[in-house]
């Protein structure tokens, strides 16, 4: 098992040219015989709130069908950033295209409080099973508070998944709670995190994974597209950034 996770710097309210990013990633993923590949909060659009209503799409939106196309062809999940219309509002969510399946859905369910004149809460966490493994996903904010954590470790999650638009300060922040966090419930934390202006501050990278230690296993840089892939097997990163590679 192979989980990856995406560094990329979106392009200020362009889905169509984020669409282009993504698929270059995911096929890059593809090569590397990843089985689930993540990409930062909000990512085909920017993290950009203000934008939200404007940006929202529904999220059976028939541009996202090459994702489908490309994880049923290649066994491959993905899960996109995007804000998604609901019956009674916009949500931060994260679509999943799994093989041969429908996509599913995970929305924020802990919003920061700059972000509720603009989103509403999700209303249900989400366990995605790959083979005998349970990931859990936490979207920024929320995976900053420990009660999303351990809410997911008693559901039964294996893997702590957060995809982030942090600052360098929230980065600071990530970086003593997620290893705390993988220690106190013994599973392995990725944090996907994006890279450039954003909003009202500039994101700060530094995407990480650390093992159910705690233990730093892999890192990428504050700015620069990248991705790491954890080889459950190995127990071992892969750094993989501006396509060139080394191992940890």
């Known amino acids: 098992m192979k989980i990856g996770i995406a560094q990329i710097e979106p392009i200020k309210g362009h889905i169509q040219k984020n669409i282009e990013i993504h698929k ?24 950009e709130p203000a ?12 541009r ?12 491959i999940t993905i899960g996109l950033g995007a804000p998604t219309k609901s019956a009674t509002g916009i949500r931060i969510s994260m679509i999943i295209f799994q093989p041969k399946q429908g996509r599913k859905i995970y929305s924020k369910q802990r919003l920061h409080p700059d972000e509720l004149p ?21 979207i920024c904010y929320e995976s900053l508070q420990r009660p999303h954590a351990a809410d997911a470790k008693k559901l039964g999650a294996d893997i702590y998944l957060a995809s982030v638009a942090k600052s360098e300060k929230g980065v600071e922040k990530a970086f003593t709670h997620y290893p705390a966090m993988a220690r106190e419930f013994n599973m392995p934390v990725l944090m996907c995190n994006c890279f450039g202006f954003c909003d009202t501050f500039q994101s700060g990278g530094s995407s990480a994974v650390w093992n159910a230690r705690g233990d730093l296993l892999g890192k990428l840089e504050t700015d620069k597209a990248g991705m790491l892939i954890l080889d459950m097997e190995s127990k071992q990163v892969i750094r993989r950034e501006d396509f060139t590679s080394h191992t940890f």
């Not at 934008?51 to 028939?62: E, G, T």
């Not at 999700?122 to 996903?137: F, M, S």
């Open 24 to 47: 270059r990633w995911v096929e890059r993923a593809v090569a590397e015989n990843v089985n689930f590949l993540a990409f930062p909060e909000l990512s085909l659009t920017g993290y």
């Open 51 to 62: 934008l939200a209503r404007q940006l929202a799409i529904d999220p059976s939106d028939s």
């Open 64 to 75: 996202l069908d090459a994702f489908q196309k490309i994880s049923d062809r290649n066994s």
């Open 118 to 138: 603009y989103f509403e809460e999700g209303d249900q966490q989400l366990l995605l099973t790959l083979g005998n493994t349970k990931i859990a996903p936490g």
